[in-house]
């Protein structure tokens, strides 16, 4: 199976990682076994993140049950020295001494960027771990290429982690290439764009063919798990009807798509905006019984109360006029239940 060379960490990683954001969406036992089958099978890369609730500990579970050794690679948002504190709690969760790579989380403005890496900021935090041998590498993540192409041109991390997908190529233009000439090592986070991309075949095939990255897809389920295991060994050139599948959903997807990251929260109005955001993909999944479903009315009760105040706007990492998109998928959704009652009345 094929390896990575993890930029200047010297780490040989197999070219398919996991990350830990989809597992804490089952029970424990589920998602232990799913961990230890993922190792099993040969993935030597584990991503999670402080804040993925109970991820970091589920890992520490798995780990305990196997004997292969795996390269741990996990993040926090605090922005001050005291990520130190982090680490320590990263270690005690996941029952480790050491942790191959820990990133700063989410760094996706600059005003977070010129904080982390001032004095008392978290990059001295990250940095006395790693003196005292409680972390070997420091990396970075963000949602914001600008922000990563700094990072890079500034050299102080060993390894970044990026967005990409078929939907979202753009890493691949200049902040992959300027972060190989560094030799610095490249994670891949999102190649299903958060749940927008259903098919995994194209989506991982797309990724894979991107030489010198490697994905990070996650699964909560064995079945996911091996169905992305199988892809990755099966050799991922493109198929016709892989690229044919790329083409319709780029086009059905405008620029203007939520990633799904949560980062616009909290609403004031409680409202859930990445699922206002992607209605018309819940409407796809459940079909003409939608509107019966007692969370989806919640869900659009709650999204008519928005009252436009734009807190969530400097907050969304790819710049989205929310508050527009809201108006623009509830006038679409009204449009469809008017034509699915008229479709029901037919019956
Ligand atoms: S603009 Fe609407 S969605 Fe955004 S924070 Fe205000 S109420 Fe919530
Ligand atoms: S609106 Fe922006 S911040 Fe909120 S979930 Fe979507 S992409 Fe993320």
Request: with cysteine.
């Amino acid at each position: 199976m094929e390896k990575s060379r993890l930029g200047r960490t010297n780490l040989l990683v197999t070219r398919l990682g996991w990350g830990g954001i989809p597992i804490q969406r089952v029970n424990g036992e589920e998602a232990v076994s799913v961990i230890r089958a993922v190792i099993e099978m040969g993935v030597d890369l584990l991503d999670t993140a402080r804040g993925y609730t109970n991820s970091e500990h589920r890992i520490g579970l798995a780990l305990q049950k196997t004997d292969r050794s795996v390269i741990l690679s996990t993040k926090s948002p605090v922005r001050t020295e005291k990520i130190y504190n982090e680490v320590q709690t990263s270690l005690k969760e996941m029952g480790v001494k050491n942790i191959s790579i820990y990133h700063l989380h989410a760094v996706n403005h600059f005003q977070d960027y010129e904080k982390v890496m001032g004095t008392g900021g978290a990059y001295e935090g990250l940095r006395r771990a790693r003196d005292e041998g409680l972390i070997d590498y420091i990396g970075i993540t963000s949602h914001n290429l600008k922000v990563l192409e700094r990072a890079i041109e500034d050299g102080y991390f060993d390894v970044i982690m990026a967005c990409y997908s078929f939907l979202e190529p753009d890493a691949a233009e200049k902040v992959f290439p300027l972060a190989k000439a560094r030799d610095i090592g490249i994670l891949a986070m999102k190649p299903f764009s958060g749940g927008l991309i259903e098919e995994a075949g194209p989506a991982l095939r797309f990724v894979l063919s991107t030489p010198d990255i490697v994905p990070i897809p996650g699964s909560e389920s064995l079945e996911k798990a091996r169905e992305n295991w199988e892809i990755f060994t099966k050799g991922y050139s493109l198929t016709k009807k892989d690229k044919e599948y790329i083409e319709i959903l780029r086009k059905e997807m405008s620029q203007q798509f939520c990633r799904r990251c949560d980062y616009c929260q909290p609403c004031s109005e409680k409202i859930s905006i990445q699922h206002i955001l992607g209605l018309k993909t819940i409407v796809r999944r459940f079909g003409s019984v939608t509107d019966e479903l007692d969370w989806f009315q919640s869900l659009i009760e709650k999204a008519r109360n928005c009252s436009e105040c734009g807190d969530c706007l400097p907050r969304c990492p790819y710049e989205l006029p929310i508050p527009k998109l809201i108006r623009e998928n509830l006038a679409w959704y009204d449009q469809w239940l008017e034509e699915n009652k008229k479709k029901r009345a037919q019956l």
